[in-house]
């Protein structure tokens, strides 16, 4: 089993940054792909971000290509969001997911594909 708690939520304005974080524990997650999803009020849960195990692959939703980078830190167990130039249509809860692809060095893209979830991070923007 792992275990996800993110962090690094908040209020902000438009145009401000924030760098999330999604701790891993109960196992290292040095073979897992992981992402970033989001949830906006009204709307379906949709994929921001997603990294391979290795972090050679790497996806972004288009919403949020040039603003947002992820990345992990495999002595941490831990992996990020960094947000920049933040817009009020980034308002949302932030979850991260993980699974484990083993040899694979796969990016997953659909929330069916990941095992396991954190409990979210609010992010709210104002105009």
């Known amino acids: 089993q792992v275990q996800l708690v993110e962090s690094g939520g908040g209020v902000v304005q438009a145009g401000d940054s924030l760098r999330l974080s999604c701790a891993a524990s109960?196992?290292?997650?040095?073979?897992?792909?992981m992402g970033w999803f989001r949830r906006a009020p009204g709307k379906e849960r949709e994929v921001v971000a997603a990294?391979?195990?290795?972090?050679?692959?790497?996806y972004y939703a288009d919403s949020v290509k040039s603003r947002f980078t992820i990345s992990r830190d495999i002595a941490k167990n831990t992996v990020y969001l960094q947000m920049n130039s933040l817009k009020p249509e980034d308002t949302a809860v932030y979850y991260c997911?993980?699974?484990?692809?083993?040899?694979?060095?796969?990016?997953?893209?659909?929330?069916?594909?990941?095992?396991?979830w954190g409990q979210g991070t609010q992010v709210t923007v104002s105009s």
């Open positions: 997911a993980a699974v484990d692809t083993g040899q694979f060095d796969y990016v997953m893209f659909g929330t069916y594909e990941y095992d396991y």
């Open positions: 109960g196992r290292a997650i040095d073979t897992y792909a």
């Open positions: 990294i391979s195990w290795t972090g050679n692959n790497i």
